[in-house]
C-alpha cells in the first residue's frame, strides 16, 4: 500500500480523506496541519470485566494494520512534518524495548525514511526482548548507550554525522511534543462527542500511562476542548523527573496552541481535572512487583495481553480504584504476539537485571 497523502486544509493528493481529518476539517474548516495518512483507525472501545469489575477499555492493538499501539497516531503528524522537511533519516530514542522507536521505523519505511535507533537499557523481559529484536530487524541502525546522557551524546553525534549527505529529522522521545500530541488530543475530542451525544457512558475517569506524556496531555486537551469534565488520570511509569503534573499540563496547552497556530479558531480551555498517580511505579521504569505481575495475569484470564512497562501498571491503577462508576482504561501496546527470535550479541547488554 502506498503511503497516505498529505494534507493542508482541504487540499489533499490522489487519495480519499481520512475519516480522522475529516473530522477535524469538520469541525474546523480553516484548520490547516501537515498530515500524513498512516491508517490509523477510528477510536474502538470494548467492555470488559477483570476479576468481576467492568472496565471499558480503549483498545490500541490494531490502532493501525502495520504496528498498533498509541504511536501511531503522533506519527501521523510528526512524520508529515519530517517529510515537509525533506528528510531522509529518523534518529528515533528510546528503551531497549521501546514501542515508539519501533513504531517510528516502521512507519518511517513505508514513506522511504530510514531510522538511527539510539537506546538505553531497559529491565530484561520476554516482551522487551522481542521489541528490541524487532528494532533491530526494522532500523539501519542502533546504537545502544548506558543511559540517557550517553544517549543524548549518542544523538548529538549522529545529527552531525548524518548532515553530511542526508537530511536527519529527530523523532522527540516518545513521539511527544506539540504536534505528536494533537494525534491523542483528536482522541479526546472524540470521547466528548460520544459523552455529549449519549453514545459512551459519562467516564468518571480515563486511566493511561504516563512515559512521555503526550498521550495523557492529548487526552486532558481533547476531553477539555469538547467540554467533558471526565478525570484524567495518569499513572507513573518513568521516572519522576520525566513524568510530572506540569509536564502533562504543559503539553496539553502547547497542543492546543499547535491548533490555534495553525488555523484553528479555539480557545484554550482550562487544563484541569489531572491526576498523576504514582502508587503503581514499582520503583523505576519496566520494573514490576507482585501486585503488577498479579494484574498481568488477572487480565490474561480476560482475554488481554498486558507489558511490565506500561499497561500492566494502567490497568492496575484502574481497578484499584474502581467504585463501580463507568471507567475508561487506554490499552496501549501493539496486540501482536511477542516473538522469540534472537538478539544480535551486542544488544544484549541492554537487557538488565529486574
Known sequence: ???????????????KLPKIMASLLERWPSLSVPYVDLGARPVRVFSARFDGRQVDVLDEREAAPDYGGNKVRKLEYLLAEAVARGATDLIATGAA??????????????LGLKTHAVLIPQPDHPHVRSQLSAIARECVEVYPTSGPIAAAAQVAWLLSRLRFGATPYLVPVGGSNAAGTAGWLKVGLDLADGMKAGTRPQYRAVYVAVGSAGTAAGLLAGLRLGGATTEVVGVRVVEPFFSRKKRVLRMAKASVDWLRKHGAPVEI?????FRLQVGWYAGGYGRTDERIRQVIKTAANAGWALDPTYTGKALGACLEEHTGEPVLYVHTVDGRPDRDDPLPEGLRALLIDK
Open 1 to 15: 500500500m502506498p503511503p497516505g497523502p498529505f494534507y493542508r486544509n482541504r487540499q489533499r493528493v490522489g487519495w
Open 97 to 110: 524495548g521501546s514501542h515508539h522507536v519501533l513504531a517510528t521505523a516502521i512507519y518511517g519505511k513505508r
Open 269 to 273: 480551555p482550562a487544563l484541569d481535572g
